[in-house]
């Protein structure tokens, strides 16, 4: 009977903060909109992404090249579609300690992302590249 009152105690201990309910479109919406967020993996910077109104977003690897896309929430989870890819590109955002942390889950062993920075200046985009 000691251990089944100790399991229940361990069952109503708060999971670490990966565990909780990632954001949904609403929330995920006030925190995001009219933002640049800079985003990074563990050890390196990974990509900026501004969130713009009606749910439309412009990314960037950082190099200068943006593309245009557009954000929903299907399940618990935000996906992108973006000008050059109409594959949905879901992910599970949640608040951790230091900003959003973001896990791509079109495969979750590959990417975690987290919230290096944030600003309401817009992201610099390079103009079309012209032949001669």
């Known amino acids: 009977m000691k251990h089944i009152a100790l399991a229940l105690v361990f069952l109503l201990v708060p999971l ?29 910077p990974y990509g900026a992404e501004e969130y713009l109104p009606n749910r439309r977003v412009r990314w960037s690897f950082l190099d200068g090249k943006c593309k245009a896309g557009r954000w929903y929430q299907q399940n618990d989870q935000i996906c992108f579609v973006y000008e050059d890819n109409p594959t949905p590109q879901c992910w599970s955002f949640y ?10 889950e079109n495969d979750p062993a590959q990417t975690t992302l987290y919230e290096v920075e944030q600003s309401t200046e817009p992201m610099t985009c390079l103009g079309p590249e012209v032949g001669v």
């Not at 909780?20 to 967020?37: H, I, M, V």
């Not at 951790?96 to 791509?104: E, I, M, S, W, Y």
């Open 16 to 44: 670490p903060a990966l565990a909780q309910d990632s954001l949904d479109a609403g929330e995920f919406d006030a925190y995001t909109r009219g933002k640049t967020f800079y985003y990074g993996t563990e050890s390196e």
């Open 95 to 104: 608040k951790g300690p230091d900003g959003l942390v973001a896990r791509f």
